[in-house]
C-alpha cells in the first residue's frame, strides 16, 4: 500500500495560525500595560548591553553586560519620535515591580 502524503508547505502555512507582525513594526517591542497607560517594551540580552544605564524605578546602574528592559509610552502627546527619545532602561526586577 502506498504511503499517504500529509499537507505541502503551502498548505501547511494556510492552516497556520496568522503571525502578528505589529511587533517587528516597534523593533521587536511588545506593548504592557503599566497603571492605565501602555508602554513598549523590549528586552535588551547581555550580549547586546554595551553602555551603563541608570535605572529610573531604583536609581541604581545597569552596568554593561547585564540584561535589562527598554521601555517608553506607546501613546506619547508628541508622537512616536518624542517617545523612542524618552525611553527607560530599567532592571527587569524593577521593571517588574512597577
Known amino acids: 500500500m502506498a504511503k499517504r502524503r500529509g499537507p505541502n508547505k503551502y498548505q501547511r502555512a494556510a492552516l497556520a495560525p496568522q503571525v ?5 513594526a516597534h523593533g521587536g517591542a511588545r506593548t504592557e500595560s503599566r497603571a492605565g497607560t501602555e508602554w513598549f517594551v523590549r528586552d535588551i540580552p547581555s550580549q547586546r548591553a554595551e553602555k551603563p544605564y541608570v535605572c529610573p524605578s ?6 554593561p553586560g547585564q540584561s535589562h528592559v527598554v521601555a517608553w509610552r506607546a501613546d506619547d502627546f ?14 527587569a526586577h524593577c521593571w517588574r515591580l512597577t
Request: proline content about 4%; hydrophobic content about 30%.
Open 20 to 24: 502578528d507582525v505589529t511587533r517587528l
Open 58 to 63: 531604583c536609581r541604581i546602574e545597569i552596568p
Open 78 to 91: 508628541f508622537g512616536d519620535e518624542a517617545a523612542v527619545r524618552d525611553r527607560r532602561h530599567y532592571h
